[in-house]
């Protein structure tokens, strides 16, 4: 069974900084395809960024494109993948909650639809100040 756990959320004043993290875990996480998507009150999910397998691949959406930075990381142990969200420069319109999406079949990294991912996270809220 796939966990994603999400952290890192919270208020922030426009122009400033926040850091997300999903810990997964799983028979074959480092073979996950993760992304990060968000939801804004009365919006659809939308796709943010996505990591392919073995974080050498990255893709934007381009409304976060070049203020926001996705990577990810495999313990030391091998026993927990962790992907990250690096968001600058925050606006009041970034303001949603963030879901960490895992693909856990397959080797297709580009992927941008929430129909893509097969695991979800149970979300963390980013809020920004205007």
């Known amino acids: 069974q796939v966990q994603l756990i999400e952290s890192g959320g919270g208020l922030v004043q426009t122009g400033g900084s926040l850091r997300l993290s999903c810990a997964t875990s799983g028979r074959t996480f480092s073979t996950y395809t993760m992304g990060w998507f968000r939801q804004a009150p009365g919006k659809e999910r939308e796709f943010v960024a996505t990591?392919?397998?073995?974080?050498?691949?990255?893709?934007?959406?381009?409304s976060v494109k070049g203020r926001f930075t996705i990577s990810s990381t495999i313990s030391r142990d091998n026993a927990q993948k962790k992907v990250y969200l690096q968001m600058n420069s925050l606006k009041p319109e970034d303001t949603a909650v963030y879901y960490c999406?895992?693909?856990?079949?397959?080797?297709?990294?580009?992927?941008?639809?929430?129909?893509?991912?097969?695991?979800w996270g149970q979300g963390t809220q980013v809020t920004v100040s205007s």
């Open positions: 999406a895992a693909k856990t079949s397959g080797t297709a990294w580009l992927l941008t639809t929430t129909s893509d991912f097969d695991s």
């Open positions: 990591i392919s397998w073995n974080g050498g691949r990255t893709y934007y959406a381009d």
